[in-house]
């Protein structure tokens, strides 16, 4: 079975603090995601990876970066978190251009 | 306008019954098709995939995909209250952009 793990479940930050999201896959993909979703809105991509030090944008990326140092872990970082990035963030991985397997996910609060 | 577009429901059913969930696309360049179920409070997991045209059945599970009406459907029978949870519907264009995008999902209940 794939295996995508977040490093927390729930996460309660202040504005202004700087935080990092992890997320470590098992299943030696390429492709690696980070998604959030909000009520309404649905998933919506933040930043993906498909190789070790590469990084795309995706739709929504400001406030946010990425760091991927090894193949099977890729962080997500707020820079500066703010009230407007409480959201349920979803990392993903997959091999190819149509494959998606997700973590638990990790519900950050920012107050 | 999305891209993809999923009525948010909520959807209610007793159990037994036969439910239908839908997205509608705009993009004619996607060719992979897929379902996820999302249970609350967990991650999505892949329930169905697709790749174009036509239907996919497992189990109580069909999947169908109408590229001429960019339409794809989930049909769900004898329906059980374990299937109550939020269904996503996603898709990719297999080449260029390596990333899924999602309809917002519809919420189900099956009432026991």
């Not at chain 1, 872990?73 to 991985?93: G, H, K, P, V």
């Not at chain 2, 995939?49 to 009406?69: C, I, L, P």
């Not at chain 2, 029978?77 to 297999?94: F, I, K, V």
Request: aromatic letters at 12%.
């Amino acid at each position: 079975d794939v295996k995508v793990t977040q490093s927390s479940r729930y996460l309660v930050k202040r504005t202004g603090e700087k935080v990092f999201l992890e997320c470590v896959q098992d299943m030696d993909h390429e492709n690696m995601f980070w998604y959030r979703q909000d009520p309404g809105l649905g998933l919506r991509l933040i930043y993906f990876s498909y190789d070790v030090k590469m990084k795309e944008k995706g739709d929504i990326p400001e406030g946010y970066s990425v760091s991927r140092e090894k193949k099977e872990r890729f962080s997500l970082i707020l820079e500066s978190a703010s009230t407007n990035q409480t959201s349920m963030y979803l990392c993903a991985s997959g091999r190819g251009a149509s494959q998606a397997f997700f973590g638990q996910g990790t519900r950050l609060t920012v107050v | 306008q999305k891209e993809v577009e999923q009525d948010p429901g909520p959807l209610s059913v007793p159990e037994g019954a036969i439910v239908s969930l839908n997205c509608t696309y705009s993009n004619s360049a996607f060719q992979y098709f897929m379902w996820y179920r999302q249970y609350s409070r967990k991650g999505p997991e892949l329930l169905m995939y697709t790749y174009s045209s036509g239907n996919k059945e497992d189990g109580r599970f069909t999947a169908q995909v109408d590229k001429s009406s960019k339409y794809i459907s989930l049909f769900i029978r004898d329906s059980q209250p374990s299937d109550s949870a939020t269904y996503l519907c996603a898709m990719s264009e297999g080449t260029g952009r390596r990333a899924l995008t999602f309809g917002s999902g519809t919420r189900l209940q099956v009432q026991p």
